[in-house]
C-alpha cells in the first residue's frame, strides 16, 4: 500500500480509503462494518472516510448517524484511534431532518462537529469536510441544470466561506480538528477558500472529495490544474460510478441487495448511455485476465492528483477485489486500450 500527503499539512494517508456509507443501514449491519475495517487495516489502509449522513441505503432520520456510530465502537473495541486517520462531513443543506435543513454556517459547524465527535467516540477528527456547498454544484448529474448565475451575490458567498473558515479555525486550534476540506466542490469555490484562507490566517482546504472514474472525469480538467499547483489532492468518490465499472449491472441487470436493486437508478447513473461505454472497459479487463472493478480502481490511482481513492463494498468479496487495485501495475497496453475507451465515450454519466 502507498501513501500519500493529504495536501500540505504532512498527514499520511494509503492510497486507498475505505468507504463506509452502506453501514449501519439495509446493506451492512455492525458486525459487517467491524469485519471490513478489520480487513483493511490488515491490507494496510489507515484512512476511513464518513459523513453525518451516512448510510445512504436508506437516507432517513432514523438511520442517520449510524455508520459514525460503528466506526466510533470500532475504534473503542480495538483501541486504535491513533493509528487510523478519520475523515467526515457536516451535511450542507437540504435534509430536513439534519438540523431542519439548514445551510452551513457557524452554528451547523459546531453542532455537527460535536454530534460527530460523540458518535465517533473520540475527541478530535483528522479530516474534517463540507459535504456540498450552500451555493448548489454540478456533481451528481447537476450538470444538465447547473446555473451558477442563479447563486446569490459573490459578497454573500464569500462571507459565508469566511464565517466557515473562522469557525473551523476555532475548532482547530481547540485540538477538534486536525485538517479541513471540502466534497462536491468546484475549482472556483475552492480557490476563494484557499484565498480566504491566506489572506485572514486561517486553515487551508487540504483535499476536495467528489466523484472520479472511467465515466466521469470532470477532475482531469481545471481541477487538475488547481491540484497540481495549490496541493489540495482528490478524494475519489463512485471509483466504480456506484458499481457500474464492475459488470454486474450490464444487461439491465440488478441483483438482489444491490445498491441498483435498493436505490433504483444509482443517482442517476444506471442509464442506457453507460452501458455501451460499460460494456467495453469490461471487455478490455477481461481480455487482459483482469477483475473489471480492480482495472477501473488501479487507473483511478494512476491520476497524478490522486490522494486516495475511496472505495465501497458490501460484501468481504468485493473489499477483496477493490484492495486489489493497490498491487495492480497496468501495463501501457491496458492503458493505452483504456484511453482508446474514453476517446469513444468521453461523458456517459
Not at 176 to 193: D, P, Y
Request: aromatic content about 8%; hydrophobic content about 40%; charged content about 20%.
Amino acid at each position: 500500500m502507498k501513501f500519500h500527503s493529504l495536501g500540505r499539512t504532512g498527514i499520511s494517508v494509503s492510497e486507498i480509503c475505505l468507504g463506509t456509507m452502506t453501514w449501519g443501514g439495509d446493506q451492512n449491519d455492525q458486525a459487517d462494518g467491524f469485519e471490513q475495517m478489520d480487513h483493511a487495516v490488515e491490507a494496510g489502509v489507515n484512512f476511513f472516510d464518513t459523513a453525518e449522513l451516512y448510510p445512504v441505503t436508506p437516507l432517513s432520520a432514523e438511520t442517520q448517524g449510524a455508520t459514525e456510530s460503528i466506526i466510533g465502537e470500532w475504534m473503542k473495541a480495538r483501541g486504535n484511534r491513533d493509528k487510523i486517520v478519520v475523515a467526515t462531513k457536516i451535511s450542507g443543506p437540504g435534509r430536513s431532518y439534519i438540523r431542519g435543513g439548514a445551510p452551513i454556517n457557524r452554528k451547523e459547524i459546531e453542532d455537527a462537529l460535536e454530534q460527530s465527535l460523540k458518535r465517533l467516540r473520540t475527541d478530535y477528527i483528522d479530516l474534517y469536510q463540507l459535504h456540498w456547498p450552500n451555493r448548489g454544484h454540478y456533481h451528481f448529474r447537476q450538470i444538465w441544470n447547473y446555473h451558477p448565475e442563479k447563486q446569490p451575490p459573490k459578497a454573500e458567498i464569500l462571507d459565508n466561506m469566511l464565517e466557515c473558515l473562522e469557525t473551523l479555525d476555532e475548532a482547530v486550534k481547540a485540538g477538534k480538528i486536525r485538517a479541513v476540506g471540502l466534497s462536491n466542490e468546484t475549482a472556483w469555490g475552492t480557490m476563494q477558500f484557499l484565498d480566504l484562507a491566506e489572506k485572514h490566517g486561517l486553515p487551508r482546504m487540504a483535499s476536495v472529495q467528489n466523484e472520479y472514474n472511467l465515466l466521469y472525469r470532470a477532475h482531469d480538467f481545471d481541477y487538475a490544474e488547481l491540484t497540481h499547483h495549490e496541493q489540495v489532492g482528490l478524494l475519489s468518490y463512485s471509483p466504480l460510478a456506484a458499481g457500474l465499472l464492475s459488470g454486474k449491472y450490464l444487461n439491465g441487470q440488478k441483483p438482489g441487495g444491490s445498491r441498483a436493486a435498493i436505490n433504483g437508478d444509482l443517482g442517476g447513473r444506471f442509464q442506457p448511455l453507460q452501458e455501451p461505454a460499460v460494456a467495453a472497459y469490461v471487455d478490455v479487463a477481461r481480455r487482459y485476465g483482469l477483475d473489471p472493478s480492480a482495472m477501473a480502481l488501479a487507473w483511478c490511482l494512476t491520476r497524478p492528483f490522486m490522494t486516495s481513492v475511496i472505495i465501497g463494498a458490501t460484501t468481504m468479496e468485493q473489499l477483496k477485489i477493490n484492495l486489489s487495485a493497490a498491487d495492480l501495475a497496468l501495463s501501457p497496453e491496458i492503458q493505452q486500450e483504456i484511453a482508446g475507451v474514453i476517446r469513444r465515450y468521453p461523458m456517459p454519466i
